[in-house]
Protein backbone atom coordinates (compact mmCIF):
# COMPACT_ATOMS: atom_id res chain seq x y z
CA UNK A 1 0.00 0.00 0.00
CA UNK A 2 1.39 3.69 -0.69
CA UNK A 3 0.42 7.00 0.17
CA UNK A 4 0.07 10.16 -2.05
CA UNK A 5 -0.27 13.89 -1.79
CA UNK A 6 -3.74 13.81 -3.93
CA UNK A 7 -4.01 17.68 -3.24
CA UNK A 8 -2.92 20.72 -1.73
CA UNK A 9 -4.69 23.79 -0.76
CA UNK A 10 -3.90 27.25 1.27
CA UNK A 11 -5.24 30.09 2.82
CA UNK A 12 -3.50 33.79 4.08
CA UNK A 13 -4.87 35.92 6.43
CA UNK A 14 -6.46 39.07 4.73
CA UNK A 15 -4.46 41.48 6.56
CA UNK A 16 -0.99 42.38 4.97
CA UNK A 17 2.28 43.70 6.98
CA UNK A 18 5.03 45.27 4.27
CA UNK A 19 8.11 46.04 4.84
CA UNK A 20 8.18 49.88 4.07
CA UNK A 21 4.71 49.41 7.23
CA UNK A 22 7.71 47.96 9.21
CA UNK A 23 10.63 50.08 8.23
CA UNK A 24 8.09 52.88 9.16
CA UNK A 25 8.03 51.25 13.01
CA UNK A 26 11.58 50.63 13.01
CA UNK A 27 13.58 53.46 11.07
CA UNK A 28 17.13 51.39 11.61
CA UNK A 29 15.97 48.68 9.61
CA UNK A 30 16.21 49.28 5.47
CA UNK A 31 13.52 47.84 3.40
CA UNK A 32 16.19 46.56 0.42
CA UNK A 33 18.15 44.95 3.23
CA UNK A 34 14.81 43.07 4.86
CA UNK A 35 14.01 41.63 1.01
CA UNK A 36 17.33 40.74 -0.22
CA UNK A 37 18.50 39.20 3.63
CA UNK A 38 15.48 37.85 4.66
CA UNK A 39 13.62 37.36 1.39
CA UNK A 40 10.24 38.59 2.51
CA UNK A 41 8.59 41.85 1.32
CA UNK A 42 4.90 41.11 2.76
CA UNK A 43 3.67 38.91 5.33
CA UNK A 44 0.02 38.04 6.01
CA UNK A 45 -1.18 38.78 9.93
CA UNK A 46 -4.35 36.93 11.51
CA UNK A 47 -7.00 39.38 12.45
CA UNK A 48 -7.16 39.83 16.08
CA UNK A 49 -10.39 37.20 16.45
CA UNK A 50 -9.10 34.76 13.61
CA UNK A 51 -7.61 31.55 15.23
CA UNK A 52 -5.33 28.78 13.47
CA UNK A 53 -8.72 26.73 13.65
CA UNK A 54 -10.66 29.58 11.53
CA UNK A 55 -7.79 29.92 8.68
CA UNK A 56 -7.55 25.61 9.12
CA UNK A 57 -11.11 25.73 8.36
CA UNK A 58 -10.94 27.96 5.26
CA UNK A 59 -8.18 26.49 3.78
CA UNK A 60 -9.92 22.96 3.99
CA UNK A 61 -12.80 24.80 2.29
CA UNK A 62 -10.68 26.27 -0.40
CA UNK A 63 -9.13 22.64 -0.72
CA UNK A 64 -12.73 20.86 -1.56
CA UNK A 65 -13.62 23.58 -3.66
CA UNK A 66 -10.56 23.92 -5.67
CA UNK A 67 -10.16 20.11 -6.45
CA UNK A 68 -14.28 19.13 -6.33
CA UNK A 69 -13.56 16.88 -2.70
CA UNK A 70 -16.53 15.33 -1.45
CA UNK A 71 -15.62 16.05 2.39
CA UNK A 72 -17.69 12.87 3.05
CA UNK A 73 -14.88 10.65 2.22
CA UNK A 74 -12.09 12.07 4.53
CA UNK A 75 -12.20 9.59 7.37
CA UNK A 76 -9.43 11.55 9.63
CA UNK A 77 -8.70 15.22 10.34
CA UNK A 78 -5.22 15.87 11.69
CA UNK A 79 -4.40 19.05 12.68
CA UNK A 80 -0.49 20.42 13.53
CA UNK A 81 -0.43 23.37 15.43
CA UNK A 82 1.42 25.34 18.37
CA UNK A 83 -1.28 27.97 18.65
CA UNK A 84 -4.26 25.92 19.02
CA UNK A 85 -8.05 27.91 19.53
CA UNK A 86 -8.00 25.78 23.21
CA UNK A 87 -5.99 24.53 25.93
CA UNK A 88 -8.83 21.92 25.51
CA UNK A 89 -10.53 20.10 23.42
CA UNK A 90 -8.28 20.03 20.19
CA UNK A 91 -8.99 22.18 17.64
CA UNK A 92 -9.49 19.31 15.01
CA UNK A 93 -12.64 17.95 16.86
CA UNK A 94 -14.13 21.33 17.07
CA UNK A 95 -12.75 21.72 12.72
CA UNK A 96 -14.72 18.14 12.41
CA UNK A 97 -17.74 19.65 12.81
CA UNK A 98 -17.11 22.98 11.35
CA UNK A 99 -16.39 21.53 8.03
CA UNK A 100 -18.90 18.66 8.50
CA UNK A 101 -16.72 15.52 8.11
CA UNK A 102 -17.95 12.69 9.12
CA UNK A 103 -18.77 11.31 12.75
CA UNK A 104 -17.12 8.84 11.92
CA UNK A 105 -13.82 10.88 10.81
CA UNK A 106 -10.99 10.41 13.86
CA UNK A 107 -9.24 13.86 14.52
CA UNK A 108 -6.45 15.06 17.16
CA UNK A 109 -3.61 17.92 16.83
CA UNK A 110 -0.52 17.72 16.36
CA UNK A 111 1.98 20.27 18.43
CA UNK A 112 4.68 20.90 16.16
CA UNK A 113 6.26 24.41 14.41
CA UNK A 114 8.59 24.27 11.28
CA UNK A 115 8.72 20.38 10.94
CA UNK A 116 5.30 19.52 11.56
CA UNK A 117 3.94 19.49 7.94
CA UNK A 118 6.65 16.09 7.73
CA UNK A 119 5.22 14.54 10.70
CA UNK A 120 1.93 15.17 9.29
CA UNK A 121 2.79 13.31 6.52
CA UNK A 122 4.39 10.73 8.26
CA UNK A 123 1.19 9.91 10.73
CA UNK A 124 -1.00 10.10 7.45
CA UNK A 125 0.82 7.39 5.38
CA UNK A 126 1.13 5.53 9.07
CA UNK A 127 -2.78 5.81 8.93
CA UNK A 128 -2.86 4.44 5.30
CA UNK A 129 -0.41 1.84 5.04
CA UNK A 130 -1.66 0.46 8.52
CA UNK A 131 -5.44 0.28 7.03
CA UNK A 132 -6.62 2.39 9.70
CA UNK A 133 -7.77 5.44 7.58
CA UNK A 134 -8.05 5.84 3.38
CA UNK A 135 -8.13 9.68 3.21
CA UNK A 136 -6.96 12.24 5.81
CA UNK A 137 -6.96 15.55 6.04
CA UNK A 138 -3.55 17.56 7.16
CA UNK A 139 -4.06 20.41 8.06
CA UNK A 140 -1.39 23.32 9.13
CA UNK A 141 -2.14 26.59 10.44
CA UNK A 142 -0.46 29.19 13.07
CA UNK A 143 -0.66 32.43 14.12
CA UNK A 144 2.72 32.66 15.58
CA UNK A 145 2.11 37.20 15.21
CA UNK A 146 0.16 36.87 18.01
CA UNK A 147 2.95 35.27 20.35
CA UNK A 148 5.11 37.87 19.05
CA UNK A 149 5.79 41.36 21.04
CA UNK A 150 5.30 43.81 18.81
CA UNK A 151 8.61 45.66 19.51
CA UNK A 152 10.02 42.56 18.29
CA UNK A 153 11.59 43.53 14.64
CA UNK A 154 13.35 40.43 13.81
CA UNK A 155 10.37 37.50 14.28
CA UNK A 156 7.85 40.38 13.07
CA UNK A 157 10.06 40.49 9.71
CA UNK A 158 10.42 36.82 9.18
CA UNK A 159 7.08 35.22 10.56
CA UNK A 160 3.51 35.63 9.06
CA UNK A 161 0.40 33.75 9.60
CA UNK A 162 -1.47 30.92 7.57
CA UNK A 163 -2.74 27.77 7.32
CA UNK A 164 -2.83 24.82 4.21
CA UNK A 165 -4.53 21.56 3.73
CA UNK A 166 -3.44 18.66 2.29
CA UNK A 167 -5.29 15.04 0.99
CA UNK A 168 -3.49 11.61 1.88
CA UNK A 169 -4.86 9.62 -0.23
CA UNK A 170 -4.07 6.07 -2.06
CA UNK A 171 -3.92 7.80 -5.05
CA UNK A 172 -2.11 11.28 -5.99
CA UNK A 173 0.73 13.53 -7.68
CA UNK A 174 3.47 12.85 -5.21
CA UNK A 175 3.80 9.29 -3.60
CA UNK A 176 5.77 9.95 0.55
CA UNK A 177 8.32 7.95 1.00
CA UNK A 178 10.75 6.88 3.43
CA UNK A 179 11.30 9.37 6.71
CA UNK A 180 14.16 10.93 8.72
CA UNK A 181 13.32 12.08 11.95
CA UNK A 182 14.62 13.49 14.70
CA UNK A 183 14.63 15.39 17.70
CA UNK A 184 16.95 17.37 20.49
CA UNK A 185 14.73 18.39 23.14
CA UNK A 186 17.78 20.19 24.70
CA UNK A 187 17.03 23.11 22.27
CA UNK A 188 13.34 23.68 23.67
CA UNK A 189 14.26 26.99 25.45
CA UNK A 190 15.96 28.13 22.13
CA UNK A 191 12.67 29.01 20.64
CA UNK A 192 9.67 28.85 23.05
CA UNK A 193 6.66 30.96 24.02
CA UNK A 194 6.84 30.25 28.01
CA UNK A 195 4.63 31.40 29.94
CA UNK A 196 0.61 30.78 29.57
CA UNK A 197 0.67 27.18 29.25
CA UNK A 198 0.69 24.29 32.68
CA UNK A 199 4.72 25.03 33.26
CA UNK A 200 3.91 28.38 34.43
CA UNK A 201 0.52 29.36 33.82
CA UNK A 202 0.08 32.65 35.23
CA UNK A 203 1.68 35.63 33.06
CA UNK A 204 5.29 36.67 34.21
CA UNK A 205 4.94 40.43 33.18
CA UNK A 206 9.02 40.11 32.78
CA UNK A 207 9.72 42.41 29.30
CA UNK A 208 13.22 43.60 29.13
CA UNK A 209 15.27 44.84 26.44
CA UNK A 210 18.68 43.65 25.44
CA UNK A 211 21.32 46.21 24.13
CA UNK A 212 20.12 45.52 20.81
CA UNK A 213 16.67 47.02 22.07
CA UNK A 214 15.49 43.26 21.10
CA UNK A 215 12.29 42.60 23.70
CA UNK A 216 13.06 39.69 25.61
CA UNK A 217 9.61 38.08 27.47
CA UNK A 218 8.49 34.82 28.74
CA UNK A 219 5.09 35.87 28.05
CA UNK A 220 6.36 35.99 24.12
CA UNK A 221 7.84 34.32 21.47
CA UNK A 222 11.73 34.01 22.11
CA UNK A 223 14.13 32.72 19.58
CA UNK A 224 17.78 32.22 20.08
CA UNK A 225 18.81 32.88 16.37
CA UNK A 226 22.46 31.71 16.78
CA UNK A 227 20.93 28.38 18.97
CA UNK A 228 18.83 28.05 15.76
CA UNK A 229 21.35 28.43 13.13
CA UNK A 230 23.91 26.37 14.46
CA UNK A 231 21.35 23.28 14.96
CA UNK A 232 20.05 23.88 11.79
CA UNK A 233 23.55 23.71 9.79
CA UNK A 234 24.68 20.78 11.98
CA UNK A 235 21.32 18.79 11.86
CA UNK A 236 20.13 19.14 8.66
CA UNK A 237 22.98 18.08 6.43
CA UNK A 238 23.01 14.95 8.19
CA UNK A 239 18.87 14.39 8.05
CA UNK A 240 19.73 15.35 3.71
CA UNK A 241 22.08 12.26 3.93
CA UNK A 242 19.82 9.99 6.31
CA UNK A 243 16.63 10.82 4.13
CA UNK A 244 18.55 10.02 0.50
CA UNK A 245 20.06 6.85 2.04
CA UNK A 246 16.17 5.84 3.30
CA UNK A 247 15.14 5.70 -0.10
CA UNK A 248 17.72 4.66 -2.07
CA UNK A 249 19.03 7.92 -3.48
CA UNK A 250 21.86 10.15 -3.88
CA UNK A 251 21.62 14.15 -3.98
CA UNK A 252 22.37 14.07 -7.75
CA UNK A 253 18.94 12.06 -8.64
CA UNK A 254 17.30 14.55 -6.72
CA UNK A 255 15.16 16.98 -9.00
CA UNK A 256 13.68 19.78 -6.54
CA UNK A 257 14.59 20.44 -2.86
CA UNK A 258 12.34 22.34 -0.86
CA UNK A 259 13.13 22.89 2.35
CA UNK A 260 11.18 24.96 5.37
CA UNK A 261 11.15 28.52 4.28
CA UNK A 262 12.80 29.55 7.45
CA UNK A 263 14.60 32.65 5.95
CA UNK A 264 16.02 33.37 2.42
CA UNK A 265 19.54 33.43 4.10
CA UNK A 266 18.90 30.72 6.49
CA UNK A 267 18.14 27.77 3.39
CA UNK A 268 20.45 29.84 1.00
CA UNK A 269 23.03 28.77 3.55
CA UNK A 270 22.36 25.11 4.26
CA UNK A 271 21.64 25.10 0.15
CA UNK A 272 25.62 26.13 -0.03
CA UNK A 273 26.40 23.49 2.61
CA UNK A 274 25.06 20.82 0.77
CA UNK A 275 26.15 22.07 -2.41
CA UNK A 276 22.81 22.08 -4.07
CA UNK A 277 22.63 24.16 -7.20
CA UNK A 278 20.01 27.26 -7.38
CA UNK A 279 17.84 25.34 -10.39
CA UNK A 280 17.04 22.32 -8.12
CA UNK A 281 16.23 24.51 -4.87
CA UNK A 282 12.95 26.28 -4.53
CA UNK A 283 12.18 29.01 -2.48
CA UNK A 284 9.19 30.83 -2.21
CA UNK A 285 8.77 33.39 0.74
CA UNK A 286 8.63 36.69 -0.99
CA UNK A 287 4.84 37.21 -0.15
CA UNK A 288 4.30 35.05 2.61
CA UNK A 289 7.35 35.35 4.60
CA UNK A 290 7.97 32.06 7.56
CA UNK A 291 4.18 30.59 8.24
CA UNK A 292 5.87 27.68 10.33
CA UNK A 293 4.30 24.53 9.46
CA UNK A 294 2.49 25.86 6.16
CA UNK A 295 5.77 26.54 4.54
CA UNK A 296 6.47 23.24 2.84
CA UNK A 297 2.86 22.79 1.43
CA UNK A 298 2.44 26.38 0.48
CA UNK A 299 5.99 26.29 -2.07
CA UNK A 300 4.67 22.83 -2.87
CA UNK A 301 1.59 24.10 -4.19
CA UNK A 302 3.03 27.18 -5.94
CA UNK A 303 5.89 24.43 -7.57
CA UNK A 304 3.17 22.31 -8.90
CA UNK A 305 1.65 25.76 -10.70
CA UNK A 306 4.84 26.67 -11.87
CA UNK A 307 4.95 23.19 -13.25
CA UNK A 308 8.46 22.32 -10.89
CA UNK A 309 7.14 19.62 -9.14
CA UNK A 310 9.04 16.56 -11.17
CA UNK A 311 10.47 13.77 -10.06
CA UNK A 312 12.17 12.68 -6.84
CA UNK A 313 11.31 16.00 -4.32
CA UNK A 314 13.29 16.36 -1.04
CA UNK A 315 11.26 17.94 1.33
CA UNK A 316 13.07 18.90 4.94
CA UNK A 317 11.62 20.79 7.85
CA UNK A 318 13.70 22.04 10.87
CA UNK A 319 13.49 23.88 14.09
CA UNK A 320 11.48 24.82 17.14
CA UNK A 321 11.66 21.57 19.66
CA UNK A 322 14.40 20.94 18.17
CA UNK A 323 12.43 18.60 15.58
CA UNK A 324 13.70 17.87 12.36
CA UNK A 325 11.96 15.32 9.82
CA UNK A 326 12.02 15.03 6.01
CA UNK A 327 11.07 12.59 3.31
CA UNK A 328 11.52 11.95 -0.52
CA UNK A 329 7.97 12.78 -2.72
CA UNK A 330 8.44 10.89 -6.23
CA UNK A 331 6.20 13.09 -8.20
CA UNK A 332 4.41 12.11 -11.67
CA UNK B 1 45.39 34.80 8.03
CA UNK B 2 44.48 34.84 4.46
CA UNK B 3 43.07 31.65 4.70
CA UNK B 4 40.91 32.75 7.09
CA UNK B 5 40.20 35.87 5.13
CA UNK B 6 38.99 33.75 2.29
CA UNK B 7 36.64 31.52 5.00
CA UNK B 8 35.00 34.96 6.13
CA UNK B 9 34.90 36.31 2.70
CA UNK B 10 32.47 32.88 1.82
CA UNK B 11 29.66 33.67 3.76
CA UNK B 12 29.08 36.39 1.33
CA UNK B 13 27.30 36.40 -2.09
CA UNK B 14 28.17 39.44 -3.55
CA UNK B 15 30.81 41.03 -2.32
CA UNK B 16 33.89 41.42 -4.14
CA UNK B 17 36.71 38.94 -3.06
CA UNK B 18 38.92 42.69 -3.12
CA UNK B 19 37.16 43.94 -0.65
CA UNK B 20 38.11 41.62 2.27
CA UNK B 21 41.35 43.32 3.74
CA UNK B 22 42.78 42.33 7.30
CA UNK B 23 42.04 45.87 8.26
CA UNK B 24 38.09 45.44 6.17
CA UNK B 25 35.17 46.69 8.98
CA UNK B 26 33.08 44.09 8.04
CA UNK B 27 29.95 45.54 9.74
CA UNK B 28 30.16 48.71 6.96
CA UNK B 29 30.38 45.97 3.93
CA UNK B 30 26.71 46.57 2.42
CA UNK B 31 25.76 42.85 2.71
CA UNK B 32 26.61 42.77 6.28
CA UNK B 33 23.72 41.83 8.51
CA UNK B 34 23.22 39.91 11.88
CA UNK B 35 22.67 36.75 9.65
CA UNK B 36 25.89 36.88 8.36
CA UNK B 37 27.04 36.91 11.71
CA UNK B 38 25.81 34.12 12.48
CA UNK B 39 27.02 32.12 9.46
CA UNK B 40 30.74 33.59 10.30
CA UNK B 41 29.86 32.12 13.77
CA UNK B 42 29.57 29.06 12.45
CA UNK B 43 32.42 29.06 10.40
CA UNK B 44 34.50 29.72 12.51
CA UNK B 45 33.49 26.92 15.34
CA UNK B 46 33.65 24.52 11.96
CA UNK B 47 36.58 25.00 10.13
CA UNK B 48 38.60 26.24 13.53
CA UNK B 49 37.12 24.88 16.55
CA UNK B 50 36.36 27.70 18.30
CA UNK B 51 33.34 28.90 19.78
CA UNK B 52 32.64 32.50 19.41
CA UNK B 53 30.36 34.19 21.60
CA UNK B 54 27.61 37.23 19.85
CA UNK B 55 29.84 39.15 22.44
CA UNK B 56 33.29 37.99 20.77
CA UNK B 57 31.88 38.93 17.25
CA UNK B 58 30.36 42.33 18.97
CA UNK B 59 34.24 43.36 20.26
CA UNK B 60 35.74 43.27 17.55
CA UNK B 61 35.30 45.64 14.63
CA UNK B 62 37.83 43.85 11.73
CA UNK B 63 38.46 40.96 10.00
CA UNK B 64 42.00 40.97 11.43
CA UNK B 65 41.22 42.00 15.33
CA UNK B 66 38.39 39.09 14.63
CA UNK B 67 40.94 36.46 13.33
CA UNK B 68 42.89 37.74 16.45
CA UNK B 69 40.00 36.42 18.76
CA UNK B 70 39.68 33.27 16.98
CA UNK B 71 43.64 32.30 17.17
CA UNK B 72 43.60 33.58 20.94
CA UNK B 73 40.99 30.96 22.17
Redesign the interface.
Known sequence: MKAYINAISYYLPEKVLTNEELVSEFPEWSVE?VAN??GVVQRHISAKDETAGDMAVKAAEKLFEEYGIDKKIIDFVVLCTQSPDYFLPSTACVIQSRLGLSTSCGAFDINLGCSGYEYGLAVAKGFLVSGIAKNVLLLTAETYTKYIHPKDK?NRTIFGDGAAATLVSMEGFAEIGEFSLGTNGQGAESLIVKAGASRCFEKLNDLAFDENHTPHSSDHLFMD??AI??FT?DAVPIMVEDTLAKNLLSLDNVDLVVFHQA?K??I??LRKLLDIDKERFYIFLENVGNTVSSTIPIALYEAVKEDRLHGNVLIAGFGVGFSWGATILKCK | MKEFIKNFANQFDDTELSEFQPETKFRDLEEWSSLTGLAVMNMVEKKYGVKLTVLDLRSVNTIEELYNVVTSK
Open positions: KKVGGKFDSNYMNY
